[in-house]
T-cell receptor
Framework: NAGVTQTPKFQVLKTGQSMTLQCAQD?????MSWYRQDPGMGLRLIHY???????DQGEVPNGYNVSRSTTEDFPLRLLSAAPSQTSVYFC???????????FGDGTRLSIL | GNSVTQMEGPVTLSEEAFLTINCTYT??????LFWYVQYPGEGLQLLLK???ADDKGSNKGFEATYRKETTSFHLEKGSVQVSDSAVYFC?????????WGAGTKLIIKP
């Protein structure tokens, strides 16, 4: 009964480093998305995917890449980390439009 | 475009008080509406939802009614507990994308 699994839970990076945040879901959901949550700003959509092989940009895509090679996995890549990317990142999935999204527990990322 | 507006927090109440957190939305068509809750240090959990006008979502003593005429989806609870302290997010679903309010922090004092 895993749902949406995000790894790692915490990460500290230096400016300029790259890394990949992992997200996997076992519910056979077509739709997956990445959000960042910053104090006082709610959640902002970074990238999303409506199915394997299909991705699109959300509200704040700059500095991030995604790919969707399988239905289960939707990794988020930071190409060259910047302090402005310090945030909590959430991955979510849902099966159909209009259905509730299921969230992972989040990744707390600090960029020094 | 679509948007969600929530009342600003924090909202501080005493235990057993009545709670209302206002949420209004702007949207084309007939989106589904949601309330999510985030307890300290945790991810977001769906609290309740409504998929069409006049629907009432309810869970854990919380209720919200989808009011198309006032474009609102206010969250209410008759008697709050300390364990209800969390951040509450109103959201609407436009196709596959969720449009979020900024969140309202609720603090319940014993």
């Amino acid at each position: 009964n895993a749902g949406v699994t995000q790894t790692p839970k915490f990460q500290v990076l230096k400016t300029g480093q790259s890394m990949t945040l992992q997200c996997a879901q076992d519910m056979n959901h077509e739709y997956m998305s990445w959000y960042r949550q910053d104090p006082g700003m709610g959640l902002r959509l970074i990238h999303y995917s409506v199915g394997a092989g299909i991705t699109d940009q959300g509200e704040v895509p700059n500095g991030y890449n995604v790919s969707r090679s399988t239905t289960e996995d939707f990794p988020l890549r930071l190409l060259s980390a910047a302090p402005s990317q310090t945030s909590v990142y959430f991955c979510a999935s849902c099966g159909q439009g209009g259905q509730p999204q299921h969230f992972g527990d989040g990744t707390r990322l600090s960029i020094l | 475009g679509n948007s969600v507006t929530q009342m600003e927090g924090p909202v501080t109440l005493s235990e057993e008080a009545f709670l209302t957190i206002n949420c209004t939305y702007t949207a084309t068509g007939y989106p589904s509406l949601f309330w999510y809750v985030q307890y300290p240090g945790e991810g977001l959990q769906l609290l309740l939802k409504a998929t069409k006008a006049d629907d009432k979502g309810s869970n854990k003593g919380f209720e919200a009614t989808y009011r198309k005429e006032t474009t609102s989806f206010h969250l209410e609870k008759g008697s709050v507990q300390v364990s209800d302290s969390a951040v509450y997010f109103c959201a609407l679903n436009s196709n596959y994308q969720l449009i979020w309010g900024a969140g309202t922090k609720l603090i319940i004092k014993p």
